[in-house]
């Protein structure tokens, strides 16, 4: 049986057990969306898996590029229904941010955000193993309850650009 001082204290240890809980999972970064800083490496892992990218452009100041991540991208990495569909990643488009650009060379992110005409972050775009587009990139945190919806059918359009216009090999035998 509990001692009075304990039924006291039951209640603040069991608070004291929630709060610590949600700070450790806020501070928890091993479910991140990782950021890209070398496309031509993650352009050749994509198109040997014939899978398109999914790259949010963001920037740090961005409080919907948080609220995008956390309640869409995270959680579709999670799920791991995404995992034969996508490629989910992110890009900070920060001015002095570079990265290794399709071709090997490197880039300024804002120089490589230009060629997609990002203008608003966060803003989705939907790519190939060279980079190009494959299905209309969405851009802000339009109508939140709708989103998931959309970016499912951009990646359903992305997906299925990439594999018709690169046919699997197959040998024919006579």
Do not use: W
């Not at 890009?91 to 230009?114: L, Q, T």
């Amino acid at each position: 049986m509990l001692k009075p001082i304990a039924i006291i204290y039951l209640p603040f240890a069991l608070l004291f057990t929630l709060v610590a809980s949600v700070f450790a999972a806020e501070g928890d970064t091993s479910h991140g969306i990782e950021e890209v800083r070398d496309f031509a490496q993650i352009g050749r892992l994509i198109s040997e898996k014939r899978l398109p990218m999914v790259l949010m452009f963001s920037s740090s100041y961005c409080g919907y590029c948080v609220r995008l991540e956390q309640e869409f991208l995270i959680p579709m990495q999670i799920s791991g229904d995404y995992a034969q569909r996508a490629l989910i990643r992110k890009m900070k488009i920060d001015y002095g941010n570079s990265v290794r650009d399709f071709d090997g060379k490197p880039i300024d992110a804002d120089e490589f955000a230009e060629r997609y005409n990002i203008t608003v972050t966060p803003t989705v775009v939907f790519l190939d193993g060279q980079g190009r587009q494959l299905a209309a990139k969405q851009v802000g945190l339009t109508t939140p309850d709708f989103y998931g919806g959309y970016l499912d059918a951009s990646i359903d359009t992305a997906l299925d650009m990439l594999r018709r216009t690169k046919p699997l090999r197959v040998t024919l035998n006579d």
